[in-house]
């Protein structure tokens, strides 16, 4: 009586064919097992013909070291080491008298069992195995002794060479991890292998990031800067020299760290792009894109209470202002005609644009749609599926812009050239994606309007935009439009756009409501969810204040802090629910949550805080303010002593440059009931007059319908 075991990794399209193998393999009175490396129930035939099951491994079941072998194992070994798992299937497998691989992706696992079981024949499809089975072919005993022998011979040796790589590797691991470049002597000893000649790049290279990552790690930055400098000297490929360099800054982000070695990872790629730019431009392309992403990483701009770019934009641009490749993206090409004036004899057709955020066009869209001789059109550019993956790549824009021209750039000229035809002015809300999209070809006599908010300075899009083909740029501060002029100098450079800073659209009417007394003692905060908010500020004017009087307490108003973008946003998180888990217990901070009544929430502070580090305008703080609680305002620190900053933009009594002024501040405005209700009303007059709807659209109005 023959045995047969048949593996499977995936369920057959055609089961009659398996079916039909099965009934012919009992009727000459063998007996099958059908392995599956899937759920059984895909398969539907009569049980009777066959023992089915699978042998994959439960989730539950798999231990560290299975699930570390599965994320590096190749995909043709993952199934065998699934099948090596199960008991079920070993005993099988030993003692079958054909082993029968269904699939390609079942191959090497049939393979692997022939090596273990060497009686057995091994074949690829069902009809060779029934052939084998008809034949009822034997072999000698003296050629079974061989093939067993040197099946057995193979294993041992790959198990042996398994076992060698693995040493090699472990050891290499141990040599080269933290403890070890800890120790003087032994990252002496590295560095000075790391410069040794005629060292082949790839090995050098693989070592270098390894080193490099282990001393960073190890808290020892001047070391990782050691065995940088001295691997990339000797590296000859200039594309291996910025991986390397691009690698290691990579590393030290990841950890939250503002590379030691960032600006020479963006100047290696830069002058990679700046080499390959006149033959090989998608190539260019991917190392500019490589550089910008490297400057625009959210941990130097936005999970930090610092940024460089803000520290010294002229130096932490001037990589990109001095490359070739970089600055082309950013050549003006112009439009073949100015934009068309304003229509007479029809209405003005406005098309309003953006990518995802919608969230400042409530009010703009409402008012204009409302307008007789205004016709609307409103276009997310990540509504449409089919459409959408073409928003999602800044790298095909680079490619585009480098090359001059590209199927890329035909795909979105069929796109957005409808739109661009229809409008007469198109208003493009963030100067991110859609607005390098919409000047990417010739936007023909359409009026272009990019508003630009705050995240857009600190990343790459800005410097995609063609600003020769935009006629107006709206900034929604003073401070934000110093920022950016210095960033983008294009936008101050004869032939440029005019500049405009008008406010937010709000409806700030629905927020006035009355205040309990209560709310005298109750600070507010309006969004807390990332790192530039700076929570932790308000918890050091919490602590300030209670030391005084335990009456006062911190209201959180919106999602909870955001952890998960990058180590850095997740160390500050910890020391933020630190301060909660003290504070939470004692009734002195609570969690209102996400909300979209936020008047409703604001009724209940009767103090509104400002805490970040950087803001274009604080939305929730004029909010605050227009409900009638009294404003604190931080001197925002990436603005703090610039001609334009917080102290420009609000009162000036608002305004306080650290904690302990701001508990001087909410102590005296609190001081009385009277006294609170009375600041509170001045300071919802104010943002009343100056910053509602009813005041600001007449701005908007000479923007989009005067020109």
Not at 650 to 656: E, G, I, M, R, S
């Amino acid at each position: 009586m023959t045995t047969v075991l048949i593996v499977a990794s995936t369920a057959p399209k055609q089961q009659a064919v398996l079916v039909e193998a099965l009934e012919r393999f009992r009727a000459k009175g063998a007996i099958v097992t059908v392995a599956c490396f899937f759920d059984p129930e895909k398969l539907v035939f009569d049980q009777a013909l066959a023992e089915v099951r699978s042998f994959v491994v439960p989730v539950e079941e798999r231990d560290a070291r299975f699930r570390k072998a599965l994320a590096w194992a190749q995909t043709n070994r993952k199934m065998w080491l699934h099948a090596r798992r199960s008991a079920w299937l070993r005993q099988r497998y030993r003692k079958a008298d054909l082993l029968v691989a269904l699939d390609a992706g079942a191959v090497h696992t049939v393979w692997e069992m022939a090596q273990r079981n060497t009686r057995a024949g091994a074949y690829y499809g069902l009809v060779p195995a029934q052939r084998a089975h008809d034949a009822a072919r034997t072999v000698p005993i003296s050629k079974r002794l061989e093939r067993r022998v040197t099946a057995t011979a193979g294993i041992g040796v790959r198990g042996a060479r398994r076992a060698a790589v693995q040493t090699v590797r472990t050891t290499l691991r141990k040599a080269t991890g933290r403890r070890v470049m800890r120790n003087p002597a032994t990252a002496w000893f590295w560095a000075q292998a790391m410069a040794a000649p005629r060292v082949p790049d790839r090995f050098r290279s693989k070592l270098a990031v390894r080193l490099h990552d282990s001393a960073v790690r190890a808290g020892r930055p001047a070391v990782a800067a050691r065995v940088a400098s001295a691997a990339v000297h000797r590296i000859g490929s200039a594309s291996t020299r910025a991986d390397v360099l691009t690698k290691m800054a990579q590393s030290e982000l990841a950890l939250g760290h503002v590379p030691v070695g960032l600006r020479d990872a963006i100047q290696a790629q830069l002058a990679l792009a700046d080499s390959l730019l006149p033959t090989n431009p998608t190539r260019a392309a991917a190392a500019v894109s490589k550089a910008w992403s490297l400057a625009s990483n959210r941990v130097l701009h936005f999970d930090r209470l610092s940024s460089p770019l803000i520290e010294d934009p002229a130096a932490f641009l001037a990589p990109f202002r001095e490359s070739c490749a970089a600055r082309k993206l950013s050549e003006p090409r112009g439009r073949l005609t100015p934009a068309a004036p304003a229509p007479t004899d029809r209405p003005l057709r406005l098309l309003v644009t953006t990518f995802i955020n919608d969230n400042f066009l409530g009010e703009i869209l409402d008012h204009y749609r409302a307008m007789p001789n205004v016709e609307v059109r409103f276009l997310d550019l990540n509504e449409d599926p089919v459409t959408r993956p073409l928003a999602r790549t800044g790298s095909s824009v680079i490619e585009h812009l480098l090359a001059g021209e590209s199927s890329y750039g035909a795909k979105i000229e069929t796109w957005l050239r409808p739109y661009l035809d229809w409008a007469d002015t198109v208003f493009v809300d963030w100067c991110q994606v859609t607005a390098a999209l919409f000047t990417l070809n010739d936007p023909g006599t359409a009026r272009i309007i990019i508003r630009l908010h705050s995240f857009e300075a600190y990343n790459f899009w800005p410097h995609l935009v063609d600003f020769s083909r935009v006629d107006d740029v709206v900034f929604v501060s003073d401070h934000m439009r110093d920022l950016c002029t210095v960033v983008l100098p294009r936008l101050t450079e004869a032939g440029g756009p005019r500049l405009w800073v008008i406010d937010n659209a709000m409806d700030l009417q629905r927020f006035p409501r009355s205040k309990s007394a209560d709310a005298r003692f109750n600070l507010g905060l309006v969004g807390f969810s990332a790192v530039a908010k700076d929570p932790r500020w308000a918890i050091e004017v919490l602590r300030g204040l209670r030391e005084r009087d335990e009456r006062y307490r911190l209201t959180l108003i919106g999602s909870n802090f955001n952890s998960r973008p990058t180590k850095a946003a997740k160390d500050y998180g910890k020391l933020f629910n630190r301060d909660l888990a003290e504070l939470e217990p004692l009734g002195a901070v609570r969690r209102y949550g996400q909300t979209d009544d936020v008047p409703a929430a604001l009724q209940e502070v009767g103090v509104i805080l400002s805490t970040s580090v950087r803001e274009s305008f604080h939305c929730g703080l004029v909010e605050g303010a227009a409900s009638g609680a009294v404003p604190v305002v931080r001197d925002w620190p990436f603005f703090a002593g610039k001609p334009h900053g917080a102290r420009t933009l609000f009162p000036a009594d608002w305004v306080v440059a650290t904690p302990e002024e701001a508990v001087e501040r909410i102590l005296t405005v609190t001081a009385t009931e009277e006294q609170w209700r009375d600041a509170g009303r001045a300071a919802s007059e104010h943002a009343l007059k100056t910053w509602d709807w009813t005041v600001t659209q007449s701005e908007y109005d000479r923007l989009l319908l005067d020109g």
